[in-house]
């Protein structure tokens, strides 16, 4: 295949619910859509998951446009690509700037599937019809709302609980939820708001009996993770500070985690998210799919990688009514007793609904 045209979309679309986390609020999402099209008129969607502002990593929604305009764009145009695969290669000269290249990326991967007349998780070499799905819950103003939005996430099904974390919300959160809700799989993500100066409490977080304990220190950090490891008996899963195969062999070599979430943006894009899905599960590190409240072409995305063997833990991939009163996809991603039914549609297997796309259009840029 040969991508002969490019378009950019600045799309903006507000949040049913804010979502707080330890470093902030986001109530309106504002993030790139990327259409590719091939040389027999195929279209490919890709997503950008970075932010408008650089508080979960360091690209933005800006950032991403520039690198993708400046740089990957014309890498990519007009050159014969027989694998997407070929694409994270054709990228190496370019040092980080993940989500940038993911948005590019994961496009191809659509389009690729639809020269091979087969879905984008038949290409991946997936196999499950129906994905098992967990809910990330934002931090509440009260601790009333927060029991309040547990218990409906549990009766909507959902398979696992996550919750966010910050110093002075924390051990008190999880101790009144487990009151509760004892026996409901449960996990905290911190999003690095603590250091190694706080272990004492970060152990006390065992007593909770939780599946994991999502990135508690810094974005960067591997090391301070491992000597963490070793004091806690609840596993630590790394997000943020994981972009690579390369990062992955070096957490699991030093010890730093028990589970890694993988988010194909932060890493790159769906072949490295592969490369890191078979590195852990041939060193028996389980896996699950992390989200960054996608729209649907995203979240389309991340289900399909999921149907991969090593994704044997519920991941962050809420229904699309969950975040939105309407989303980009048809039909929506619906769940049902906390299951996602895979769709078996050639390419994303869900169409793009460009009415809506439109209307949540800030500009676009097309490039030949
Ligand atoms: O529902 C989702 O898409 C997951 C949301 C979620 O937990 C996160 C989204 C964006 C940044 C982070 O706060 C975060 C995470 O760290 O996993
Ligand atoms: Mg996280």
């Known amino acids: 295949m040969k991508i002969t045209e490019v378009t950019i979309r600045h799309l903006k679309m507000r949040l049913k619910h804010p979502f707080t986390t330890s470093f902030g609020t986001i109530q309106d999402k504002e993030f790139l859509l990327l259409e590719a099209k091939d040389e027999s008129g195929r279209i490919g969607w890709g997503e950008s998951v970075a932010f408008e502002a650089p508080w979960y990593n360091e690209e933005t929604m800006k950032s991403t446009w520039y690198i993708l305009e400046d740089f990957l764009i014309p890498i990519i145009l ?47 070499g997936g196999t499950k019809e129906k994905i098992e799905v967990g809910i990330s819950i934002g931090i509440q ?52 708001a603590y250091t190694l100066e706080d272990i004492e409490l970060l152990k006390q977080l065992d007593e909770f009996n939780l599946t994991m304990i999502e990135q508690p220190l810094a974005y960067d950090d591997i090391i301070d993770h491992a000597a963490l490891q070793k004091q806690l008996k609840t596993p630590v899963c790394l997000d943020e500070s994981i972009h690579s195969l390369e990062d992955t062999r070096k957490a ?73 009163e309407q989303d980009i996809i048809e039909p929506e991603v619906v769940v049902e007793n906390g299951y996602i039914t895979v769709p078996q549609q050639v390419g994303i297997g869900y169409k793009p609904n460009l009415e809506a796309i439109n209307r949540y259009t800030v500009s676009s840029r097309v490039y030949r």
């Not at 990228?91 to 389009?111: P, V």
């Not at 218990?151 to 696992?160: C, F, L, P, T």
Request: include cysteine; proline fraction near 4%.
């Open 78 to 124: 007009n050159k014969e690509i027989l694998h997407p695969d070929e694409v994270s290669e054709s990228f190496q000269g370019i040092r980080k700037n993940c989500m940038a290249k993911s948005t590019i990326e994961g496009a191809i991967w659509d389009i690729y599937a639809q020269t091979q007349n087969q879905s984008l998780m038949e290409v991946l």
């Open 252 to 324: 699991i070599e030093l010890g730093a985690c028990g589970v890694i979430n993988i988010k194909i943006g932060r890493v790159g894009g769906i072949s490295e998210a592969k490369r890191i899905h078979d590195y852990c599960e041939e060193h028996g590190i389980p896996v699950w799919c992390g989200g960054m409240l996608e729209s649907g072409i995203g979240r389309a995305h991340n289900i399909a990688l999921t149907t991969l063997s090593n994704f044997v833990m519920p991941g962050d991939t809420a229904g699309s009514s969950h975040y939105w």
């Open 141 to 192: 103003p009260t601790m009333e709302q927060q029991v309040a939005v547990v218990e409906k996430a549990i009766k909507d099904g959902y398979k696992r609980i996550k919750v966010k974390i910050k110093p002075g919300w924390d051990i008190n959160v999880m101790r009144t939820l487990r009151e509760h809700f004892p026996d409901v799989p449960m996990m905290a993500d911190a999003n690095s």
